[in-house]
């Protein structure tokens, strides 16, 4: 019997500009295809790291090119923008590979908002690195004009910094459960989402950027998916990574995964955000599970073949 579940593809499915773009969602698409060929529910979630960054350089050369006809793009108008052209090219590649299989089924990109809370304690430690580098008096100007937070980064330039607050809700749950339930795949929470906060029924854009695999984890809870699958670009997550010790993780236990994080194996901003999602969502609700693992092993990981498992 086919399960419901939530992809959440890396940087490494999707490239890292328009040509790269093109030719990854091809081969994204087969791996996704395959899955529903075998009978799954799918709803598909993605990284915007590349292409967020492209959008919010390419805002800040044109307010600089003339201050007085433009002005500055609010960053969660930038997400917006980077989910609506990689959805446009994921649903088309898809939509194209499964009616080359001979499958019926619609493709549709909802732009999706997600709910952070405006007291969350990353809006007082932003440290997420967004846009283009600025020299120092460029910072200087764009703290005083715009009350940007800037950091010097690694001897290269400046650049703003952003929270990077965890995901409450999304917003438009309703709408990605009516196309799933109507037979549709859904791609949703580009880029982690859009960032909003709530002030009464009015959504008020953030300046923020949110980790797409927690982002990935409230989806999969909130469609009541049975499985959420991590792509990222090893096939298992390990525990004494590059070292002599080194040791690939298949079936793990929750307690376990606390273990290794507690004890430090995972990279910050890498695996680590990966692994705690998973095992968010398997601890969620009896019978979920979790699988970390590349695009390509995607079917093999569902078979229980390989990858690497957390299960609540």
């Known amino acids: ?15 890292n500009n328009l040509p790269e773009q093109m030719i990854a969602v091809k081969k994204t698409s087969k791996a996704i295809a395959d899955l529903i060929e075998e009978g799954h529910e ?29 002005i500055p793009c609010p960053l969660s108008v930038c997400v917006a923008m980077s989910q609506g052209y990689i959805g446009y090219d994921l649903q088309n590649a898809l939509r194209e590979e499964l009616l080359d299989r001979g499958i019926e089924k ?11 809370d405006s007291e969350d304690p990353a809006f007082k430690n932003p440290t997420k690195p967004i846009g283009s580098f600025m020299t120092k008096e460029e910072a200087d ?28 809700s999304i917003v438009e749950i309703s709408t990605v459960h009516a196309l799933v339930n109507a037979g549709l795949v859904v791609v949703a929470c ?37 499985c959420l699958i991590i792509l990222t670009a090893v096939e298992k997550a390990a525990i004494h990574f590059g070292k002599p010790e080194q040791q690939w993780l298949s079936d793990i236990t929750p ?16 695996m680590l955000p990966k692994v705690q999602a998973a095992l968010q969502f398997a601890e969620s609700k009896p019978g979920r599970y979790s699988l970390i693992t590349l695009l390509e092993k995607a079917k093999d990981g569902i078979a229980g073949k390989t990858g690497t498992v957390i299960r609540g």
Not at 1 to 15: D, F, P, S, T, Y
Not at 42 to 62: D, F, K
Not at 204 to 213: L, N, P, S
């Open 42 to 70: 799918v709803i598909i979630s993605h990284g915007n790291g590349p292409q967020v960054g492209m959008i919010q350089t390419a805002m800040t050369e044109l307010v600089r090119s003339d201050p007085e006809k433009y």
């Open 141 to 168: 100007r764009m703290v005083a004009e715009r009350g940007y937070q800037i950091i010097e980064d690694a001897g290269r330039g400046y650049r703003r910094v952003v929270a990077s607050p965890k995901p409450q």
């Open 255 to 270: 307690e376990q995964a606390r273990q290794y994080i507690s004890e430090g194996h995972f990279a910050p901003g890498s």
């Open 1 to 15: 019997m086919g399960k419901r579940i939530v992809i959440a593809l890396g940087g490494n499915a999707l490239g």
């Open 106 to 116: 619609g493709v549709a990109t909802v732009l999706t908002q997600v709910v952070v």
């Open 190 to 226: 580009g880029g982690g989402g859009i960032p909003v906060t709530t002030q009464g029924h009015h959504l008020k854009g953030a300046a923020a950027v949110i980790d797409k695999d927690f982002a990935s984890c409230v989806l999969a809870q909130q469609v009541d998916a049975d």
